[in-house]
RNA sequence: GCGAGUGUGGCGGAAUUGGUAGACGCGCUAGAUUUAGGAUCUAGUGUAUAACGCGUGGGGGUUCGAGUCCCUUCACUCGCACCA
């Protein structure tokens, strides 16, 4: 056997079995400057896809990357490993989801290593152990206690033949996905947070984020929690009760000719016609997506109220409608048809009149004519004394008379609504409440804590949860009166669960606490966190709730948990994302066994930069295996000229080694540049590459001298130093074949003196009104005269300027000469 | 529908501040080496009716100069509150 040879099976063991050993990944308080470094920990479905490989290996470059710089890095991971899949795992194969779940944490742990990912294992944290969980539960009565977490009638998707709630994606075409029987929303007795609390601050904090996150997220995260300014107007039925309703459209509201009402509406109940019930009853059954889809037919009918417009007086219809919601605003809407594409559909259906209120000053609008509403800007007519203003305006005055009227107030109103976090599912963290037929609700007390979810169960074949049917989990004592009550069978939404996680990791082991103060006064923030988009919205969105709660409490430093976020793209082949379903899947595993850990890494942070969706290629792979080989065998084809302590004392270099030194100092620079300004480290391994491709175009003999040889031993030196965080393996390995003792993982990043990254001369082109037509190389110092008298004197130029009025010259030093031409 | 993105060679992508479009990699072509294949190394590779030509989804604009800025238009992808 060649000991020459790259095996990278046996290097790669070898190694992961060393950083195990060494726990060279620990992270410790001390006095360095922390850096805390975080990706979004995955749910153990079993085993890696390519998605997590993306997502780690992204981490664990930056990880690797700013241990080297002389920070003491916090890297963790763990599981969220509460959630639908491992019910179905059961049902299907009849396996407790508690095994199912934590032999697949048990294969995934293994796999991460096996990828070389540089965490902290001690740190290792799973949300569906007790000793987590238990804080989700503690935090809950915290909640409680603020008055931040409520109970309120919630709709909910339910399968009325499996006897059970079903997830928004468990409904298909709005049919059940197992029985395809059709889905009805049944209203259930929900848990609440109370994140519209903090609507304001979720939004004010979005300044603070603006340096970290990038741009697109928090236009999400404003849109999510849509503020908007509007009126609360005061509407009264004709028997005189109050019917307020909201509308951020106030200038319009002299145009109103009809309201309508959501199904879920109270209002409904009160009236006794049996073919309206049976309509409402119906309208209630579909979704909320398919209620709010545009593309859907707006389906009403007249309920035969009548409502008075406190402007104008007049007395309009009230209908019922499937796409008004009884969770945003009151319930009920004020109809304007001539602008609003929706009311317009609405009334044209229903042969409802209409009013233009608003008309554009060039070309009058004609309901006879109209085809559709008119929604731009325009001047207030039939509006009473409003009439003649310009519609912008007119919002705050007429917002300013209701005042003064009494009719209506300003109220801001938000798109976000609380966060429903009860689940009608065993696997979750339980609702650490009781139900006493004289006490009411009653929380579990702190010290009767953690309410253990029972882990040998049985689903029979059934989607419903084993919990409501487990005698010994729902019957309880009332902590209050003793009496014989009901414990609450309903779980936490998952997303609860990682909310707070990343604080967790600063103490994971703190039985007494649910994050340690001193712990997450040192480690917290997170200072770098990386994750999917898909997360925009909910999750980022909850985990930042939760820590302006946590901080309010004093058990966190900072409103925002996360300083700097990073969104990575898809991993797509064949044009579509890599998913079970379509089919298109590659195994890391498979991948690993064939090129190695080293060359899946690579490959995968060289495809694309990380915001962007990545497309698979195994010629891509084997692209980044050549060259992982190529710097195995220069590096051990040249190790006999390296020595650790080299010095240019006394030494001249010719100009090809000048080169290769000039072309090392200017790949440090741009590897620094791109791993840590910029977060683009598909450039930086082509940085790489192209120093690879300058070491082989070099001479022998030229290496061979003395000279060479310490030209040689500070590429080495330095070049597995920035290889390192990509390809952790085969440096380490070849790092030891040079024969250092010290690991590479301790080492320091590299410096790059600036001076030595100057090319003596520069290749600089001449325009002729902006088209090259020559190009010259000049010395990197040319003075702006003479390299305009270059350009000026250039034969090519010469000729074609010849009998042309110069008309201006524009030089940009080191990159061109432009010069404008008449005739 | 609402919200957010993306369009550059045969392909993945590069171009950091408006300044040489196509770095780097894949693929392809030729050569060297090899019994052959593979591997490796070297050279070439946007297009072309070969020109002071064309070229960053299409159309228009600003500028000495536009992939980059502005207007407009088309196509595709993702998220939408009980999947995580």
Redesign the pocket.
């Known amino acids: 056997m060649n000991e020459m040879e790259y095996k990278f099976t046996d290097i790669e063991a070898k190694w992961q079995k060393i950083w195990d050993e060494k726990k060279s990944f620990k992270a410790e308080k001390d006095n360095r400057p922390k850096y805390y470094l975080l990706e979004?920990f995955?749910?153990p479905?079993g085993k890696l896809h390519m998605g997590h490989v993306r997502n780690y290996s992204i981490g664990d470059l930056a990880a690797r990357f700013y241990r080297m710089n002389g920070y003491n890095v916090l890297h963790p991971i763990g599981w969220?490993?509460?959630?639908?899949?491992a019910e179905n795992a059961a049902i299907k194969n009849n396996i407790p989801p508690f095994e199912w779940t934590r032999d697949n944490i048990a294969h995934m742990k293994i796999q991460c290593k096996q990828m070389g990912w540089s965490y902290d294992w001690d740190r290792e944290i799973a949300t569906y152990t007790k000793e987590y969980y238990k804080w989700n539960q503690w935090f809950f009565i915290k909640m409680l206690e603020k008055g931040l977490a409520y109970k309120k009638e919630?709709f909910?998707?339910w399968c009325p033949d499996c006897n059970t709630?079903?997830?928004?994606?468990?409904?298909e075409d709005g049919k059940c996905w197992r029985c395809k029987s059709d889905v009805d929303q049944k209203k259930?007795e929900?848990w609440f947070f109370k994140?519209t609390d903090k609507a304001e601050d979720l939004l004010q904090g979005h300044e603070t984020l603006k340096d970290g996150w990038?741009?697109?997220?928090i236009?999400?995260q404003?849109?999510?929690?849509?503020r908007s300014t509007g009126l609360m107007a005061n509407f009264k039925l004709e028997s005189g009760e109050d019917f307020p309703i909201f509308t951020t459209r106030p200038d319009t509201i002299f145009g109103v000719t009809f309201m309508v009402i959501a199904p879920e509406h109270p209002l409904l109940e009160k009236i006794n016609n049996p073919e309206l019930k049976a309509f409402v009853e119906k309208l209630k059954k579909e979704?909320?997506?398919d209620r709010?889809?545009?593309?859907k037919e707006k389906e009403g009918m007249d309920t035969g109220l009548k409502v008075i417009n406190p402007f104008n007086g007049d007395k309009i219809p009230l209908f019922v409608g499937n796409f008004v919601l009884m969770?945003?605003g009151t319930g009920a809407i004020m109809a304007v048809p001539t602008h609003d594409?929706?009311d317009f559909k609405f009334a044209k259906k229903f042969k409802i009149p209409m009013k233009v209120v608003i008309d554009n000053a060039e070309s009058p609008i004609k309901i006879e004519t109209m085809n559709e509403a008119y929604v731009e800007e325009g001047i207030l007519v039939n509006s009473g004394d409003f009439s003649g203003m310009k519609n912008k305006e007119a919002m705050a005055e007429i917002i300013k008379f209701a005042e003064k009227k009494n009719i209506g107030k300003e109220v801001v109103n938000f798109?976000?609504?609380?966060?429903?976090?009860?689940?009608?599912?065993y696997?979750?963290c339980p609702i650490p409440v009781i139900y006493c037929e004289d006490c009411g609700t009653v929380t579990v007390p702190e010290k009767d804590l953690p309410v253990e979810l029972p882990v040998k169960v049985d689903f029979q074949g059934s989607t419903i949860s084993p919990l409501t049917k487990m005698e010994s989990f729902y019957k309880a004592k009332c902590p209050k009166c003793g009496k014989d009550a009901r414990r609450e069978t309903?779980t936490m939404?998952?997303?609860v669960?990682?909310s707070w996680y990343y604080a967790r990791y600063s103490s994971p082991n703190a039985d007494n606490v649910m994050v340690d103060k001193e712990a997450a006064k040192y480690w917290t923030p997170v200072d770098q966190y990386i994750g999917?988009?898909?997360?925009?919205?909910?999750?980022l969105l909850y985990a930042r709730f939760f820590n302006m709660v946590m901080f309010d409490m004093g058990l966190v430093p900072t409103k925002e948990p996360f300083t700097k976020l990073l969104t990575q793209?898809?991993v797509?082949k064949d044009?579509?994302?890599m998913s079970k379903s379509i089919g298109n899947t590659v195994d890391p595993n498979e991948m690993c066994l064939k090129f190695g850990a080293d060359t899946v890494r690579l490959f995968i942070l060289?495809?694309?930069?990380p915001?962007?969706?990545?497309?698979w290629?195994e010629?891509?792979v084997?692209?980044?295996?050549?060259?992982v080989?190529?710097i195995w065998?220069f590096v051990t084809a040249h190790k006999d000229l390296y020595s650790a302590d080299y010095n240019y004392n006394n030494l001249t270099l010719n100009s090809s080694l000048k080169k290769v030194r000039c072309e090392l100092h200017k790949t440090i620079k741009?590897v620094t540049?791109?791993v840590r300004?910029?977060m683009?480290y598909?450039?930086a391994?082509?940085?790489m590459?192209?120093l690879?491709?300058t070491l082989?175009?070099c001479s022998e003999d030229d290496y061979r001298s003395e000279a060479g040889k310490t030209v040689i031993s500070e590429v080495f030196n330095s070049l597995l130093k920035i290889l390192n965080p990509f390809v952790p393996h085969i440096t380490e390995e070849l790092w030891q074949h040079l024969g250092n003792k010290e690991l590479l993982v301790n080492s320091n990043w590299p410096e790059y003196s600036e001076e030595l990254t100057h090319d003596d001369e520069?290749?600089?082109?001449f325009?002729?009104?902006?088209?090259?037509?020559s190009?010259a190389m000049v010395s990197a110092d040319i003075s702006k005269e003479d390299l305009e008298k270059k350009a000026l004197s250039d034969e090519k130029i010469l000729e074609?300027t010849e009998g042309k009025e110069i008309?201006?010259i524009?030089l940009?030093p080191k990159?061109?000469v432009?010069i404008?031409v008449k005739g």
């Not at 990038?214 to 997220?217: F, H, I, L, M």
């Not at 520069?762 to 082109?765: G, P, Q, T, Y």
């Open positions: 979004m995955p749910y479905s969220d490993s509460f959630g639908l899949p919630s909910v998707n709630v079903l997830a928004n994606e468990q409904v259930l929900q994140i990038p741009e697109r997220v236009t999400m404003k849109n999510w929690i849509g979704s909320v997506i709010t889809n545009e593309e969770e945003y594409k929706r798109r976000l609504r609380d966060w429903g976090i009860s689940r009608q599912r696997w979750g309903d939404d998952t997303f669960d990682s999917g988009i898909e997360h925009a919205c909910m999750h793209g898809m797509c044009g579509a994302k060289f495809a694309a930069p915001e962007k969706d990545l497309d290629s010629k891509g084997e692209g980044c295996f050549r060259f080989n190529r065998r741009f540049h791109d300004d910029r683009q598909n450039t391994i082509a940085r590459m192209e690879i491709n082989y175009a520069v290749e600089v082109v325009q002729l009104n902006g088209k090259i037509r190009k074609m008309v201006k524009i940009v990159k061109l432009n404008v």
